[in-house]
């Protein structure tokens, strides 16, 4: 009974062990053959989105237009120079669309100067969670000064700041380094002083004779000044039997002047030499007739007749 239940578990077991993988049977002769071991698999990194994107942005090349970007903003850039320095302030000459580099240190602050009654508009900062920005001022009225000062968190940071006043921009960059830093920046204003000698120089030749040995009892100012009646229009002319003096208004240095023409008998006009001193024309002729003329369509005319001796009496009595 035990045998046939035995014979039959077998019966029932053998397509199982039919279907199994065939194991080798090493050969009778000889040392035994080993059985190959499968090969580990290692599992396969998936890409995080952080290093895809750090990827895509090596692989993918600067375009024209960036390089240009790059290369107009590297020659741009004005960076401190050992001649520039009085004490530890770094002084800058300003001009437009310059980015100027300022290096700054944790813990330490930065102080960036304006121009003397230079009134702060705004300040942008590219990075302003790193950075520490802020502003206070100096002085008063006139000599009233702003400063704007900058502090990084840490190292190794780089960010740009614009500062828009009542008078000009300013590009700065930023970088923070270990230990260094700028303790202060300004700048000097070449067109503000080349403006303020332009102004200094046309006082000084305002204030300035016309002539030098003119003789009160040679001069006559019999002359008749006619026309139109422009903002120019000469106050009064006058010679010393040498040359002629035209005399106009302050405003003739804010407007256009108006060329000098000579009329002759004939009633031609004709162009003459003259010098501007202030607000005089200075004509190295006597003349008696002359006009000025300004304007195309509409022309404003200005005549000026040297009088005659007996008309002169008449036109004073």
């Known amino acids: 009974m035990k045998s046939a239940l035995l014979m039959l578990a077998l019966a029932s077991a053998a397509p199982a062990f039919a ?62 120079a050992t001649g520039g320095y009085l004490n530890a302030i770094q002084i800058y000459p300003y001009s437009d669309g310059v980015i100027y580099q300022v290096f700054t240190a944790p813990g330490q602050v930065t102080d960036i100067a304006l121009q003397p009654g230079e009134a702060l508009g705004a300040i942008a900062a590219g990075d302003t969670v790193r950075w520490v920005i802020g502003d206070t001022s100096s002085g008063s009225g006139a000599e009233k000064r702003t400063h704007v000062l900058v502090k990084p968190f840490t190292s190794g940071l780089a960010t740009n700041v614009v500062i828009t006043t009542d008078r000009r921009t300013y590009h700065l960059a930023l970088t923070s380094t270990g230990h260094t830093a700028m303790a202060a920046l300004s700048w000097t204003y070449p067109q503000d002083e080349l403006i303020a000698l332009k102004a200094a120089a046309e006082q000084a030749i305002a204030a300035q004779p016309v002539a030098s040995g003119l003789a009160v009892d040679q001069l006559h100012f019999d002359y008749a000044i006619s026309g139109d009646r422009p903002a120019w229009r000469p106050l009064r002319a006058f010679d010393d039997g040498r040359q002629t003096f035209i005399e106009f208004p302050a405003s003739l240095s804010v407007g256009e002047a108006p060329p000098l023409f000579l009329v002759d008998a004939k009633g031609t006009a004709s162009l003459v030499n003259y010098r501007v001193l202030g607000r005089y024309y200075v004509v190295d002729r006597l003349f008696y007739t002359a006009e000025l003329r300004l304007g195309l369509k509409h022309q404003d005319v200005v005549r000026i007749n040297r009088l005659g001796e007996a008309e002169s009496q008449r036109r004073h009595s």
């Open 19 to 80: 279907q199994a993988a065939p194991v080798a049977t090493p050969p009778m002769s000889g040392a035994p053959r080993s059985i190959p071991q499968a090969p580990s698999l290692k599992p396969t990194p998936i890409p995080t989105r952080k290093t895809a994107a750090r990827s895509r942005t090596r692989r993918r090349p600067a375009s024209p237009a960036e390089l240009r970007v790059r290369a107009a903003n590297h020659r741009a850039t004005l960076e401190p």
